[in-house]
C-alpha cells in the first residue's frame, strides 16, 4: 500500500505542474516532449521535426495555437487530442499516435486501476503544460 500512496502524491505533484508559474520548470512536460513529440513537431513545436516531411498530414505548429483560437490557449483539445483515447471510431482513425494508450502500457497497473489512470492523466497534463509554454 504505501507504494500505491507515494505514486498517487507523485501523481497530485505532477498535476500541480498546470499552474502557468510552474510551467517553464515542468521537466515531465519536457521530457516526454522530447520523446513523444519532437521527432514530428520539431524541438520548438514549430512542425519541423526530422520526421515531418515524410508524414502524409504535415505537424501543426504548436506554439500557433493560442493565436488560431482567438488568443486563448485550447487546453482541453489539446489534452484530448494528445490522449486520444476518446476519439470517434466512424472518423476513422487517428492522425498522430495515441498517446494515452502508450502511456497506460508504460505505467502499467502499479498504482491499481484508478491510480494508474491518475498518472496517466498527470503526464498528459505536464505534456500539455509544456506545449501552452510554447505559446508566441
Partial sequence: MPNNCSLIVGALVAMSLATPGIAQDNQLGADTYRVACAVCHGSSGQGDGEFAS?????????????ARNDGVFPYLKVFQTIDGRASVKAHGTAIMPIWGDTFTREIGQAAGPFGSELLVRARIVALVDYVESLQR
Avoid at 515524410?54 to 493560442?66: A, E, G, M, W
Wanted: hydrophobic residues 40%; positive net charge.
Fill in 54 to 66: 515524410v508524414l502524409t498530414v504535415r505537424p501543426p505548429d504548436l506554439t500557433r495555437l493560442s
